[in-house]
């Protein structure tokens, strides 16, 4: 079965410091990852993805995260945060298991401070 | 209106109470789903609806019932709530029902339940 690992529940951050939110997922099959933020009082929106190709996704915002299949990490990073960047972040895996299933992490709050 | 849209966001309802959740994408996908998101726990998926049939029941309580009358519209109808029922409830929807496919979200309605 899938799973997915964010190893902190909290960032705090300064602004314009940089930033990684770690996620690790288990899964015996080719995986597809994602990386959700949420923002007070509304729904997920996608920052990125991997499918497959390049192992280095950027996305919206500065945001950029790594595929690393040895380590089975999908780390999110971004080289300055701005106060903005304030939300909930939520790392998520799919793959060919049998079923469609997306299995979300737990999250991570990033909070960044003036 | 763009992308999907929830209502009512927020409901308040006694145990005894019957009301509904409405979702409604207008992105034309033709996968749609029913998350709960609880504080500090991951998302949950609930239900799956694909061209209108339904493909998940995640072992989620009857008195939660959903329904699919075409694939712009989803309801969550409920009924005889438990107090732990109280959570976001999220709506989101798909291209199609694929591991690849990312999903989008609506702002979610939060529920409380006296």
């Known amino acids: 079965a899938q799973s997915v690992t964010q190893l902190d529940s909290q960032v705090p951050v300064f602004e314009e410091a940089p930033v990684e939110l770690r996620c690790n997922y288990s899964s015996s099959v080719s995986v597809y990852l994602f990386w959700y933020v949420q923002y007070p009082n509304q729904g997920l929106q996608l920052l990125l993805k991997?499918?497959?190709?390049?192992?280095l996704v950027k996305g919206i915002n500065g945001f950029e995260a790594e595929f690393n299949k040895s380590q089975t990490s999908f780390h999110l990073r971004k080289p300055s945060v701005h106060i903005s960047d304030t939300a909930e972040y939520f790392c998520a895996v799919s793959g060919d298991t049998g079923g469609f299933k997306t299995i979300f992490g737990a999250g991570t709050r990033l909070f960044v401070k003036a | 209106e763009t992308g999907v849209t929830q209502t009512p966001r927020h409901l308040v309802m006694g145990m005894t109470n019957k009301k509904s959740l409405k979702c409604e994408q207008h992105l034309g996908h033709n996968a749609m789903y029913w998350y709960k998101q609880s504080a500090k726990k991951p998302l949950e998926l609930m239900f799956v609806?694909?061209?209108?049939?339904?493909?998940e029941n995640n072992s989620v309580p009857s008195r939660f019932s959903p329904e699919c009358p075409n694939s712009s519209h989803l309801f969550l109808h409920l009924h005889t709530l438990q107090p732990e029922d109280s959570a976001l409830y999220l709506c989101?929807?798909?291209?199609?029902?694929?591991?690849?496919?990312?999903?989008?979200f609506g702002p979610g309605t939060r529920l409380t339940v006296t």
């Open positions: 991997y499918l497959s190709g390049s192992t």
């Open positions: 609806y694909n061209f209108k049939e339904q493909t």
């Open positions: 989101a929807s798909s291209q199609d029902q694929g591991s690849f496919y990312e999903q989008y």
